[in-house]
C-alpha cells in the first residue's frame, strides 16, 4: 500500500507547496498549525488540519510529541517536513521511522553526517567532492591552527562546527589575532549551538555561491539537476535565486553535476539534497549539503521541468526515480525572488494585516505564497512571506519578465521587499551576472552612506 494521507510538517508557502503536489497525486494532506496560523492558507486548503501548539516553534513546529501524536491521530503514513524547523533534524527521522510511519526526506545517518560541518568536509573529500584547502576537522590549538594558516596563507576563516546563519564565523587577516578570533568564534557557537567546536579555512576574497540539486532513490541510483546561483546575499541570507549560473559552461555543469551524482551513489544518498559550493577563479570549493528541500528549488523546476516535491514522495514511498540523467534537460533561465514582510532596505521585520493582495501573473510567471487579503503575517516566524519565480528563454528575457512581473505585484498594508528586487534589476552588475557574495552588502552600504 503506498502514500495515501501525508502529514506537513511544516507552514507558509512550503506547506501549501507540498499540499499541492500530494493533490496532484491523489494523496490526502493534513496540515498541523500552531494557535497563530489557524487562519493560515495551507490550513485552509488542507483536507484535515490539528493544532498543536502555541505561536513559539518550540511548542508547535518544534514539538516532536505533538507531530508524532497528531499523524497518528489522523492516520497518516507519511510525514513531509519541508525546509526549516525539523527538516535537517535527524533525531526526529528516527523517531517518524520508529513510529512506522515513512519520512520524506533522507535517511537519518546522512543528516546526521552532512549536519556537522567538520564530518561532511571530511566525508565529501572521501566522495571525491573539492574542498577549500583548511584544518582537517576541528582544531583547538592555536599554535596548531597557526601552522595551518601559514601553510595555506591569510586569511583564513574560522568556522563553528555546528553553525549557521553566520554565528561562529571570523575572519582573520594575520597571525595576531588568530587566537583571540579563535576564542571568540568558539564563544559565540557554544552561545548559538551548544557546541564550541571550530575549524579553519582558507578565506576565498570573492567567491560566488553556486549550488547543486541531486536527488538519490536510497539504492545507489542518483542524478543532478544542474546548478543554481545564490549569491546575492545578505548576511549569509540569499535573496535572489537564479538558474543557470551566469558564469557557468555547459561543460563545467556537465562536470560538476557528474561529480555531485556521483557522490550521493556511493553514498546511496535518499531524496532531495544540495550540495553547496564556493566558486571563484573558475574553481569550487564544498562549503557544505543541505539533506532537504531549498526555498529556492523552484528555480531548478523551471528549467528542467522535474517536480521535486512529487519525486520526494516518489522515493520515500519506495519508487525508482522517475527520470535518468539522459533525460534531464536544461532549458532557458529562471530567477527566483524572495520576499520578505520587512523594510526592503533596512530589512526591520513588518508582520501585520495584508489589506490589498494581487500576486503577478502571466506566462511563465510562478508566484510561491500563502498571502490572501485579510491575512495577518504572524511576528513569530520567518519573514518571508512570497517567493516570485520567472522563467524566460534566455536571461535577458527572464530579465524583463520579472521586471514587469515585479511591477504587479500588490502587496499593501506591511513592508516588503518588492522595491529592493525592482532597484537591484537597475543595476549594472546584476544585468551582467557580475556578482558575488559580496556584492549585496557592498552595494547596500554604498546605497546608505
Known amino acids: 500500500m503506498g502514500i495515501s494521507r501525508i502529514l506537513i510538517a511544516n507552514r507558509g508557502e512550503i506547506a501549501l507547496r507540498i499540499h499541492r503536489a500530494a493533490h496532484e497525486m491523489g494523496i490526502e494532506t493534513v496540515a498541523v498549525h500552531s494557535t497563530a496560523d489557524s487562519e493560515a492558507m495551507h490550513v485552509r486548503l488542507a483536507d484535515h488540519a490539528v493544532c498543536i501548539g502555541p505561536p513559539p516553534a518550540s511548542e508547535s513546529y518544534l514539538n516532536h510529541a505533538a507531530i508524532i501524536s497528531a499523524a497518528e491521530v489522523a492516520q497518516c503514513d507519511a510525514i513531509h517536513p519541508g525546509y526549516g524547523f525539523l527538516s535537517e533534524n535527524a533525531k526526529f527521522a528516527e523517531i517518524v521511522e520508529a513510529h512506522d510511519i515513512k519520512w520524506i526526506g533522507p535517511k537519518p545517518e546522512h543528516i546526521v553526517t552532512m549536519g556537522d560541518k567538520v564530518e561532511a568536509k571530511r566525508t565529501a573529500g572521501a566522495l571525491g567532492l573539492p574542498l577549500v584547502p583548511g584544518s582537517d576537522g576541528a582544531i583547538s590549538d592555536p599554535a596548531e591552527a597557526a601552522r595551518i594558516a601559514e601553510d595555506i596563507g591569510y586569511p583564513v576563516i574560522i568556522k563553528a562546527a555546528s553553525g549557521g546563519g553566520g554565528r561562529g564565523m571570523k575572519v582573520c587577516e594575520g597571525p595576531d589575532t588568530l587566537a583571540s578570533l579563535m576564542q571568540q568564534a568558539g564563544n559565540e557557537a557554544k552561545s548559538a549551538f551548544g557546541d564550541a567546536t571550530v575549524y579553519l579555512e582558507k578565506y576565498l576574497g570573492n567567491p560566488r555561491h553556486i549550488e547543486f540539486q541531486v536527488f538519490g532513490d536510497g539504492n545507489g541510483n542518483a542524478i543532478h539537476l544542474g546548478e543554481r546561483d545564490c549569491s546575492l546575499q545578505r548576511r549569509h541570507q540569499k535573496v535572489l535565486e537564479e538558474a543557470p549560473s551566469p558564469v557557468l559552461s555547459s561543460e563545467d ?155 504587479e505585484m500588490v502587496i499593501e498594508g506591511v513592508k516588503h521587499s518588492v522595491p529592493l528586487h525592482q532597484e537591484l534589476l537597475q543595476q549594472d552588475d546584476v544585468l551582467n551576472g557580475d556578482y558575488s557574495i559580496k556584492w549585496l552588502e557592498e552595494w547596500l552600504a554604498e546605497r546608505e552612506g
Not at 289 to 302: A, D
Not at 316 to 333: R, T, Y
Not at 350 to 367: D, E, F, L, N, Q
Open 253 to 407: 555543469r556537465h562536470r560538476m553535476g557528474e561529480v555531485c551524482a556521483d557522490a550521493m551513489r556511493k553514498m546511496a544518498y535518499r531524496g532531495a539534497g544540495t550540495i553547496e559550493f564556493l566558486w571563484e577563479n573558475g574553481e569550487f570549493f564544498f562549503i557544505e549539503m543541505n539533506t532537504r528541500l531549498q526555498v529556492e528549488h523552484p528555480v531548478t523546476e523551471m528549467i528542467t521541468g522535474v517536480d521535486l516535491v512529487r519525486e520526494q514522495i516518489r522515493v520515500a514511498d519506495g519508487k525508482p526515480l522517475s527520470v535518468g540523467q539522459e533525460e534531464i534537460a536544461f532549458s532557458g533561465h529562471a530567477i527566483e525572488c524572495r520576499i520578505n514582510a520587512e523594510d526592503p532596505f533596512t530589512f526591520a521585520p513588518s508582520p501585520g494585516k495584508v489589506t490589498h493582495y494581487h500576486p503577478a501573473g502571466g506566462m511563465h510567471v510562478r508566484v510561491d505564497s500563502g498571502l490572501y487579503a485579510g491575512y495577518s503575517i504572524p511576528p513569530y516566524y520567518d519573514s518571508m512571506i512570497a517567493k516570485l519565480i520567472v522563467y524566460g528563454r534566455n536571461r535577458e528575457g527572464c530579465i524583463m519578465r520579472l521586471r514587469r512581473a515585479l511591477e
